[in-house]
């Protein structure tokens, strides 16, 4: 059985993941201490938060973070989870674990910040994670951040809301979601099992 560890670094919506999960039958294990993200198989970092506190809280998982990057262990960044993938962000001082390129950016002063309630997936490249997803289906957003800079080709999804920001990448075995699957009802059940499906190849 594969070993999927959630952790647990203050981010605050840790019981709404793990059920998400767990309605997908993933059995997860809550990570507190880095050392016990050698025996996994694939990590999941949730988040609702502040980028610099979440830096912070996840400085003594950085380096075998890394190491899990270049094994090619698989790892669902959620929210925060993913803007925490890339390098830097506008929120605050702190380092992003660098496993993406790019930076972390705040929506424009002239939309309604946070972006906060359900929003659409523009597909722009089929994958495993899009199984079963439409264009015309509905995810939960809360956020008012986003990423840029990211290469093309990682980009699985974008969605609009006053400009057109990544909100599911795929780069080998890393994924990202901005919205919430475990608050997007039936389509966020089916993306938690198109990760499922895609670690237990």
């Keep these: ?15 709404s993941i793990l059920n998400g999960l767990k309605r997908t039958g993933i059995e997860t294990l809550v990570i507190t201490n880095p050392v016990e993200l050698k025996e996994l198989d694939a990590v999941v970092i949730p988040g609702v938060g502040n980028f610099a506190h979440a830096s912070g809280a996840l400085e003594p998982f950085r380096e075998i973070f890394r190491d899990i990057i270049k094994e090619g262990r698989y790892v669902l960044g959620i929210c925060l989870g993913m803007q925490i993938l890339f390098e830097n962000s506008e929120e605050g001082v702190g380092e992003g674990l660098g496993a993406l390129k790019g930076r972390v950016v705040r929506f424009s002063p002239e939309v309604k ?13 089929q994958t495993q994670m899009t199984d079963g997803i439409s264009d015309s289906d509905y995810f939960y957003f809360v956020h ?8 093309g080709s990682h980009i699985v999804a974008r969605t609009d809301y006053s400009v057109k920001f990544p909100s599911m990448i795929v780069k080998d075995s890393l994924v990202g979601v901005q919205f919430h699957p475990e608050k997007s009802s039936k389509n966020g059940v089916r993306v938690l099992q198109n990760f499922r499906d895609m670690i237990s190849r």
């Design 1 to 15: 059985m594969m070993k999927v560890g959630v952790i647990n670094y203050g981010a605050g919506n840790l019981l």
């Design 144 to 151: 008012s951040y986003y990423a840029t800079g990211l290469a």
């Design 113 to 125: 910040v946070p972006h906060m309630g359900w929003n659409t997936l523009d597909i722009i490249k």
